[in-house]
């Protein structure tokens, strides 16, 4: 479908994210969802309209240009009101939505887990219920007779009763998910290796990066698109000084994520919350780099995500000539450059992940009783080993381990190991 585009901004305000930039962001956006923007305008107004947005002669230029493009939709990239949105579809003669709209509808697409798509089920629910609207008799889902009392039920109190006996279930079943994966997570803290969490906005490349972090180039579905994956994925990747750690790819963030995706997706997100380490990626070849670092920051102030040690990796180092001063990439951040998709800089980036985890894995020492394979084994698979020495008492064993994780192991050798 031919669709339109377009952004608004107050002429004496500051410059915001409705900017060119951000309407380039909603061609892709447009792209992704299958549809064919074939215009985009960014209008800036001394006020916002509260019955339209923009004034009403920008509506009837927008009538004409619709009928000469032949476009079956407009899309604002601000947040429309029901009411917004009611008047410039019947203004317009179109279909008109908003961005977050737009995002919804991409991430019920891309979902690909049961809990991926109840939770964009969720979000849309939630939206239509906050957009429900209507006036008049014809709203009217029953009439009370007896007497001539009046209206009974009307049809749009009956849609909300509707939506949010939909929203409960959801919110039971999203429930139910996030019961088991705090059975996951205790099983996983049982035999504990690092946490550290992806981060960043969508399509800064974190995909690209676990398959590269993990050598299997086909591990996690990567693709140049903004949300190209939604669902996280968890891979364990060997550190440079041994011993495993776990990596989680999150989902893209993006400038004015829905609320309604952000409360959906919480349980999801709220995940980042029991990592050792969070790995932030930026687009390097990004000319937004800057707006998006604050996207993503602001998006983990929200979800309540604070005093979890960060390392700013800088992606897609071999699409820029001179990476440390041409892009937004501050001193402050201590930003790292990399490219996952020719490796570069990775060596460099597992080695700083090492460091970044050593203040909460600490350097122990446990000798293993002779004959105790498994847990030698176990030391391997789940702490970061520095040294072995086998000796007739046993296997001395130097290594990092979070402190929950040395007590249990110790408690297990005096008890004889196996």
Same mark, same amino acid.
């Given at each position: 479908m031919k669709t339109i585009l377009i952004g608004a901004e107050l002429k004496h305000g500051r410059p915001g994210p409705s900017g060119g930039t951000s309407l380039d962001e909603l061609w892709r956006?447009?792209? %992704?969802? *299958?549809?064919? #923007?074939?215009?985009?305008?960014?209008? /800036?107004?001394?006020?916002?309209?509260?019955?339209?947005?923009v004034g009403s002669g920008k509506v009837e230029e927008l009538k004409a240009l619709a009928q000469e493009l032949g476009a079956g939709a407009v899309i604002f990239d601000e947040e429309l009101t029901p009411g917004q949105g009611r008047n410039l579809e019947k203004a317009l003669g179109v279909k008109v939505a908003d961005r977050p709209r737009l995002i919804i509808d991409i991430f019920a697409m891309r979902a690909r887990t049961r809990e991926g798509k109840l939770q964009a089920r969720l979000a849309g629910f939630n939206y239509a219920l906050s957009r429900l609207g209507g006036k008049g008799g014809s709203m009217d889902q029953q009439r009370g007779m007896i007497g001539g009392r =009046?209206? =009974? !039920?009307? @049809?749009?109190? &009956?849609? $909300?009763? !509707?939506?949010?006996?939909?929203? %409960?279930?959801?919110?039971?079943?999203?429930?139910?998910?996030?019961?088991? /994966?705090? %059975?996951? /997570?205790?099983?996983?803290d049982s035999v504990p290796m690092p946490q550290i969490s992806v981060v960043g906005y969508t399509n800064a490349g974190k995909s690209t990066l676990l398959n590269c972090l993990t050598a299997k180039p086909g591990a996690v579905y990567a693709d140049d698109k903004l949300f190209a994956t939604l669902d996280p994925t968890t891979k364990r990747v060997r550190l440079p000084a041994g011993g495993w750690a776990l990596f989680t790819d999150t989902v893209g963030f993006i400038q004015k994520l829905p609320h309604d995706l952000i409360a959906a997706f919480r349980a999801t997100l709220e995940e980042i919350r029991y990592s050792d380490l969070i790995l932030h990626v930026h687009d390097l070849s990004s000319?937004?780099?800057r707006q998006q670092h604050d996207a993503v920051k602001a998006t983990l102030e929200e979800l309540g995500i604070k005093d979890i040690p960060v390392i700013h990796v800088f992606n897609k180092a071999d699409a820029v000539k001179n990476p440390a001063v041409s892009a937004w990439a501050p001193e402050r951040l201590r930003p790292l450059f990399i490219s996952a998709l020719t490796g570069q800089g990775v060596d460099k980036l597992l080695a700083a992940c090492e460091r970044a985890l050593a203040a909460r894995w600490g350097e122990y020492e446990l000798t293993v009783p002779v004959g105790s394979k498994g847990l030698i084994k176990e030391i391997y698979s789940s702490c970061l080993v520095k040294a072995a020495d &086998? *000796?007739?008492? =046993?296997?001395?064993? $130097?290594? $990092?381990?979070? #402190?929950?994780? &040395?007590?249990?192991?110790? @408690? @297990?050798?005096?008890? =004889?190991?196996?």
């Open positions: 956006l447009a792209e %992704t969802a *299958g549809l064919e #923007p074939v215009r985009k305008i960014l209008v /800036r107004l001394q006020a916002w309209n509260p019955a339209t947005l =009046g209206s =009974g !039920e009307k @049809k749009m109190e &009956y849609d $909300k009763r !509707e939506l949010r006996v939909k929203i %409960t279930e959801l919110e039971r079943e999203i429930d139910s998910i996030r019961r088991e /994966r705090q %059975t996951q /997570r205790a099983r996983r000319p937004e780099a &086998y *000796g007739q008492e =046993g296997v001395a064993l $130097k290594f $990092k381990a979070t #402190p929950e994780n &040395y007590a249990r192991l110790r @408690k @297990k050798a005096a008890a =004889g190991g196996d």
